[in-house]
Nanobody, 120 residues
Framework: HVQLVESGGGSVQAGGSLRLSCDIS?????MAWFRQAPGKEREAVAG???????TVADSMKGRFTISGDNANGTVYLQMNSLKPEDTAIYYC??????????????????WGQGTQVTVS
């Protein structure tokens, strides 16, 4: 069984940065970040596999970076140049099998509780 715990959310001014962390217990091939703003559907942010292959949603490329530390079982989301529209609850998710760059929420079996990011 895979358990995911996010941390690092908070409030920041526009143009600022935050780094989210997701501590993962259990084995999984693919990890990803999603976000959900009030009144909106959950959307993919970025995904990464154990081999380091990764993808970032087009609208966030150049600002967001996903990385992983397999030894510590942690996945990070570095968010720079934050905008008010980035305000959302950010969720870490995992699925046991590739492809890790296909970020459809329904294909991810395990989810964290979410961490709030507020940009003003």
């Amino acid at each position: 069984h895979v358990q995911l715990v996010e941390s690092g959310g908070g409030s920041v001014q526009a143009g600022g940065s935050l780094r989210l962390s997701c501590d993962i217990s259990g084995w999984t091939s693919c990890m990803a970040w999603f976000r959900q703003a009030p009144g909106k559907e959950r959307e993919a942010v970025a995904g990464i596999g154990r081999d380091g292959g990764s993808t970032v949603a087009d609208s966030m490329k150049g600002r967001f970076t996903i990385s992983g530390d397999n030894a510590n079982g942690t996945v990070y989301l570095q968010m720079n140049s934050l905008k008010p529209e980035d305000t959302a609850i950010y969720y870490c998710a995992a699925k046991p099998y590739p492809p890790c760059t296909v970020l459809l929420p329904l294909t991810f079996d395990f989810w964290g509780q979410g961490t709030q990011v507020t940009v003003s």
